[in-house]
């Protein structure tokens, strides 16, 4: 079932900061819409151009902004759905208590116990006074290091954004304006407010060299710029699996030399990293040949491990990419068999003939 031919703003609610939506319009249209009203939508996944809301809701994205303003589920205040016998069911509007449990339930379901058909979103004020710099740094201890040093002082930044060294070579060859010999990690950072506590923590931390954007342009740029990281994976190689693999902030630079580590273990795989570092977030791009039986083989071999790792870590399997069918035999690594029959028995219940989605999240023989 498509839903992209509904995707209509609704209407913009100024007065309770609300912007009423259909499932299909896309996070960046959205985006367009408001802008002229003065206002945005928080949630602000790197998928954004073609990403919908509806998609975002049943994802629970985070995004660039999820330590800011947190996870989809949090900008949403109601929901419509569809549900298994066809019923149209409201959560309430306005961040109404009454329905604030459905609501929980659906996003983040994956599609999988109904189809939402219209949401109220929070909408905030565009923020005017906000700085955007690149950080670039020789060693990504040092990087680390400054990045929990941010959330150490309670300073809460719109965005901070990790790339690691090897994928920063690879996307300034075609913007070598970005280009800084020696690097190993990058920091997009964007925060609103004073800049000064920022620059202070850079004299304990001390990045190689901190470019500030000048102007809007400037700033579009550095997006830009970050935005193209996905694309570039694929000049490498023309199978990837991408995972949204999350750990503690204080566990990322374990976290991440252990990647790093797994990949000098095969010849057929590269990994590279960016993400979401103030949520833990690692995008870990397992990059190979899917012709090569091998390298399928150990592709897989080297995504189990990391998950693995991650999980050790008290982190998740997935911070915003959901479960989907690719992560379905993973989920007994995170979640004991009770959770996972409790969760299974909630499916049951909304969708007793398993139309929604079926085999997404759960086998099968769990979700019957």
């Known amino acids: 079932m498509s839903l992209e031919k509904m995707n209509n703003l609704l209407r913009i609610d100024q007065e309770n900061t609300t912007a009423i939506v259909e499932p299909g319009i896309v996070n960046s249209a959205l985006q367009a819409r408001l802008a002229p009203a003065g206002y945005f939508f928080p949630c602000d996944p790197g998928s954004a151009a073609f990403a919908s809301i509806g998609g975002n809701i049943v994802e629970n994205a985070c995004g660039m902004r999820g330590r800011h303003f947190g996870s989809c589920y949090s900008q949403v205040k109601g929901l419509e759905y569809v549900g298994a016998d066809g019923a149209v069911v409201s959560t309430g509007y306005f961040s109404s208590g009454t329905g604030r449990i459905l609501q929980a339930l659906l996003c983040g379901s994956e599609g999988t116990l109904g189809i939402v058909v219209k949401a109220a979103l929070t909408i905030l004020p565009i923020p005017r006074d906000f700085t ?28 901070l954004e990790f790339i690691d060294g090897e994928l920063l070579r690879l996307l300034t060859v075609s913007n070598p304006v970005f280009r800084k010999e020696g690097c190993e990690a990058l920091l997009l950072l964007e925060a609103g407010g004073d800049a000064e506590p920022y620059h202070a923590l850079a004299r304990d931390h001390v990045p190689q060299e901190i470019v500030i954007a000048k102007d809007s342009k400037e700033r579009a740029a550095f997006w830009e710029f970050r935005n193209s990281v996905s694309p570039c994976l694929y000049t490498i190689a023309p199978t990837k699996i991408n995972e949204d693999i999350a750990v503690p902030l204080e566990k990322v630079p374990e976290f991440d030399a252990f990647l790093t580590d797994l990949g000098t273990t095969s010849s057929r795989v590269r990994i590279l990293t960016f993400g979401h570092i103030g949520i833990g977030c690692f995008h870990s791009n397992f990059m190979f040949d899917g012709t090569d039986p091998l390298a399928v083989v150990e592709a897989e071999d080297l995504v189990r491990r990391a998950i693995q790792k991650a999980v050790a870590l008290e982190g998740t399997i997935s911070c915003e990419h959901g479960i989907g069918l690719s992560k379905r035999e993973f989920l007994p690594i995170e979640l004991p068999p009770e959770s996972i029959r409790f969760h299974a028995a909630i499916k049951r219940a909304f969708d007793p003939s398993a139309i929604f989605n079926p085999g997404k999240i759960f086998l099968p023989t769990e979700s019957s």
């Open 132 to 159: 955007t710099a690149l950080l670039f740094f020789r060693e990504k201890r040092v990087c680390f290091d400054y990045a929990l040093g941010v959330y150490e002082k309670g300073l809460l930044p719109y965005s």
